[in-house]
């Protein structure tokens, strides 16, 4: 199972949009709506930002949201602040034994 | 609040088995709705699921890793552990423990909270 296939970098100004693709097969993100995205700043552990493609978990900003077309989820950061800055990583889950496939991550930055 | 604590040796030497525990406060490991898992994170690299256990012991491994990895549960100590055998220096990483959703019983999947994180080094 490959790792799920993000760009390096993403960045906007302060107030703008970035989005961050997370590209798979229909094994993994196709296949069921189990994409999560995580948020991790540096030497932190990965924070749950994204679960079931699109839902936020409580305390997560509605500046953040998901989506998928086909095999390829995304993140949106609307109205981006200076703290969103941090590496974003997508997981899907990937069946057969529970298995977990995560993104190569991308590092977002605020202009 | 859940919190979960990871524990172990920070330097192992290749060839040797490397071995963790998580420790989970605030929360019963004995949740008919969670799994609770293992990820590793190269320095400077992206996550890697290793595996994941059920209270009653099922467990489930990252086939690149299976034939190497051991994860077993405490559940008097509300622990599971981590054991990882034949390390080289490609084992260097941060290991995070977390809980993970189950799909058969919360009908969902995702990994939350986190540990904080611990360095294991693989060098002589």
Same mark, same amino acid.
């Given at each position: 199972?490959?790792?799920?296939?993000?760009?390096?970098?993403?960045?906007?100004?302060?107030?703008?949009?970035?989005?961050?693709?997370?590209?798979?097969?229909?094994?993994?993100?196709?296949?069921?709506?189990?994409?999560?995205?995580?948020?991790?700043?540096?030497?932190?552990? #990965? +924070?749950?930002?994204?679960?079931?493609?699109? +839902?936020?978990?409580?305390?997560? #900003?509605?500046?953040?949201?998901?989506?998928?077309? @086909?095999?390829?989820?995304?993140?949106?950061?609307? @109205?981006?602040?200076?703290?969103?800055?941090?590496?974003?990583?997508?997981?899907?889950?990937? @069946?057969?034994?529970?298995?977990?496939?995560? @993104?190569?991550?991308? +590092?977002?930055?605020?202009? | 609040?859940?919190? /979960?604590?990871?524990?172990?040796? !920070? /330097?192992?030497?290749?060839?040797?088995?490397?071995?963790?525990?998580?420790?989970? $406060?605030?929360? =019963?490991? &004995?949740? $008919? $709705?969670?799994?609770? !898992?293992?990820?590793?994170?190269?320095?400077?690299?992206?996550?890697?699921?290793? !595996?994941?256990?059920?209270? &009653?012991? $099922?467990?489930?491994?990252?086939? &690149? /890793?299976?034939?190497?990895?051991?994860? =077993?549960?405490?559940?008097?100590?509300?622990? %599971? =552990?981590?054991?990882?055998? =034949?390390?080289?220096?490609?084992?260097?990483?941060?290991?995070?423990?977390?809980?993970?959703?189950?799909?058969?019983?919360?009908?969902?999947?995702? %990994?939350?909270?986190? !540990?904080?994180?611990? /360095?294991?080094?693989?060098? &002589?």
């Amino acid at each position: 199972q490959s790792a799920l296939t993000q760009p390096p970098s993403a960045s906007g100004s302060p107030g703008q949009s970035v989005t961050i693709s997370c590209t798979g097969t229909s094994s993994d993100v196709g296949g069921y709506n189990y994409v999560s995205w995580y948020q991790q700043h540096p030497g932190k552990a #990965p +924070k749950l930002v994204i679960y079931e493609v699109a +839902k936020r978990p409580s305390g997560v #900003p509605d500046r953040f949201s998901g989506s998928r077309f @086909g095999n390829t989820a995304s993140l949106t950061v609307s @109205g981006l602040q200076a703290e969103d800055e941090a590496d974003y990583y997508c997981s899907s889950y990937a @069946g057969s034994n529970n298995f977990e496939v995560f @993104g190569t991550g991308t +590092k977002v930055t605020v202009l | 609040q859940l919190q /979960l604590q990871e524990s172990g040796p !920070g /330097l192992v030497k290749p060839s040797e088995t490397l071995s963790l525990t998580c420790t989970v $406060s605030g929360g =019963s490991i &004995s949740s $008919s $709705s969670y799994y609770w !898992g293992w990820i590793r994170q190269p320095p400077g690299k992206g996550l890697e699921w290793i !595996g994941s256990i059920y209270y &009653s012991g $099922s467990t489930y491994y990252n086939p &690149s /890793l299976k034939s190497r990895v051991t994860i =077993s549960v405490d559940t008097s100590k509300n622990q %599971f =552990s981590l054991k990882l055998n =034949s390390v080289t220096a490609a084992d260097t990483a941060v290991y995070y423990c977390a809980r993970r959703a189950r799909i058969a019983a919360a009908g969902t999947n995702y %990994f939350d909270p986190w !540990g904080q994180g611990t /360095l294991v080094t693989v060098s &002589s």
